[in-house]
């Protein structure tokens, strides 16, 4: 099984690259993709940059040039849910474009015609994690991931995303990775580790937390990749 581990940012492949050993490093479309062996799996990973374009490139592309089966994206978000502090992990059950807006038209926010507002994630990949957490004696919150172009630094708009979507988590990338597996037909799995609470002190805690945060996310991530079957 050939298995893609993205993240957006450089902190949060870069734990897994330490972990992987040696690889292969291949250019394409204006990024680096890293191929190895883990855990009986073939990998490729990457970074993709921040935001749903560049998020969108680099699961298309490890997808349809580097053959991968499962996308599992590892990275930091966040917090939206009151249960979530930083350091936390939570898995999406379904991810929707929080900035995606053409309601001027009669539609819900974060819905386009032919598209849907809310995309799923795959439940065996979420059952692995369920399984990991258990065995790790760690609280994993399942929940609504909210995904757009804005860091969210900013009260008013955190409630406007979590009483329109329902939202637990807002991060800038992982609804677009799902749009993309969800076309592509590859199973699809977010986790995001929580760098702030979206709130007037999320600049600050963000650079407090990335590189953490980013590992905690990144070690879960690899302990899931040696039970996927
Ligand atoms: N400090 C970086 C920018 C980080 S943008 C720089 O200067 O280059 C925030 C990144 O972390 C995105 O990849 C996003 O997915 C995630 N994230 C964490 N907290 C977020 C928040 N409050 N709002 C939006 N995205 C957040």
């Known amino acids: 099984m050939k298995l893609a581990i993205m993240g957006a940012m450089p902190e949060e492949i870069a734990p897994i690259l330490e972990r992987v050993g040696d690889y292969k490093v291949t250019k394409r479309a204006g990024n680096s ?7 009986g799996h073939e990998l490729v990973i990457a970074y993709s940059k921040i935001g749903k374009v560049f998020s969108a490139l680099t699961a298309a592309t490890m997808i349809e040039s580097f053959g991968a089966q499962k ?71 399942e929940g609504v991931i909210a995904t757009g172009d804005q860091f969210v630094a900013d009260p008013v708009r955190k409630r406007f995303i979590e009483e329109t979507f329902n939202a637990d988590a807002l991060e800038m990338e992982g609804a ?47 302990k899931m990749v040696e039970k996927i079957a």
């Open 176 to 222: 677009s990775v799902a749009v993309v597996c969800d076309a592509l037909d590859i199973p699809v799995f977010i986790l995001r580790a929580i760098s702030d609470a979206a709130d007037m002190d999320a600049s600050f805690d963000f650079d407090a937390f990335l590189d953490s945060s980013a590992k905690v996310s990144a070690d879960f991530i690899m």
């Open 71 to 141: 996308m599992l994206f590892s990275g930091v978000a966040g917090a939206i849910s009151k249960d979530l502090s930083v350091g936390d992990l939570i898995i999406a059950t379904r991810l929707c474009q929080h900035d995606l807006d053409i309601t001027a038209f009669g539609h819900p926010h974060g819905f386009v015609p032919e598209g849907a507002q809310f995309i799923d994630t795959d439940d065996s990949l979420k059952d692995v994690a369920l399984q990991v957490a258990k065995e790790m004696d760690i609280v994993l919150k």
């Open 33 to 39: 993709y890293y191929e190895c062996s883990f855990g």
